[in-house]
């Protein structure tokens, strides 16, 4: 009876010794390393423009409107301008340069050039025959030069073959694009000057 007593004690002190030592063994084991998250790169989100009030403009302002190029226009040192019409405001127009939108506005010069303003930023767009350029007025600087369409540069080719007469020189026959899609017109020749009399000298 005693021995089995014996036995018994024994048999649970080496079963609490056992559980004791899984016990240890188990805490003393490394954590295991959890990984890092994702970090997740936010996408910048397209810019979201205000909605603007909508304008009406003079029946001048819009002639000046119907004359202005639209599209994608390549510009010196690889910067492209963008011009897109306003459909909340016919005459208006957003011109993009870069992360920039200016909203333009027709404006009636005297001498008949294109010109496109944005008063607040002092943006001013101006378009020739033969090129366009783009200028902050408030800052002093040109901000896109040597811009020209498909149109534009067919102009601009022309003029460099057959440079213009200045304002003291006799037109010259030239053959020069007129009007959109590059259309020519041949110039009718100038007629040469007729030599002037001599005055005859009366004899007394």
């Excluded at 005693?2 to 559980?19: M, R």
């Excluded at 897109?84 to 127009?93: K, V, W």
């Excluded at 009636?108 to 303003?117: F, I, K, P």
């Amino acid at each position: 009876m005693i021995k089995q007593l014996f036995s018994g004690v024994l048999l649970t002190l080496a079963a609490t010794a056992y559980a004791t030592e899984v016990v240890r063994s188990e805490t003393a084991k490394p954590a295991a390393k959890t990984k890092p998250a994702a970090i997740k790169v936010a996408m910048h989100a397209p810019v979201q423009h205000q909605p603007l009030a909508s304008v009406v403009l003079s029946p001048e302002q819009l002639i000046i409107a119907d004359k202005v190029l639209i599209g994608k226009i390549n510009c010196e040192m690889a910067v492209v301008v963008t011009m897109s019409p306003d459909a909340q405001s016919p005459g208006r127009f957003f011109l993009e340069i870069g992360n920039k939108r200016h909203v333009m506005e027709p404006v009636v010069t005297s001498t008949g050039a294109v010109r496109l303003e944005e008063e607040s930023s002092g943006a001013v767009w101006l378009q020739l025959g033969n090129k366009s350029m783009l200028m902050n007025q408030k800052e002093g600087k040109r901000m896109a030069d040597e811009c020209m369409n498909p149109d534009q540069l067919l102009v601009a080719q022309a003029l460099e073959r057959n440079p213009q007469p200045g304002l003291l020189d006799a037109p010259k026959d030239a053959l020069v694009p007129i009007g959109a899609g590059g259309a020519v017109q041949e110039l009718v020749p100038n007629p040469e000057p007729k030599p002037k009399a001599k005055s005859k000298l009366k004899s007394k």
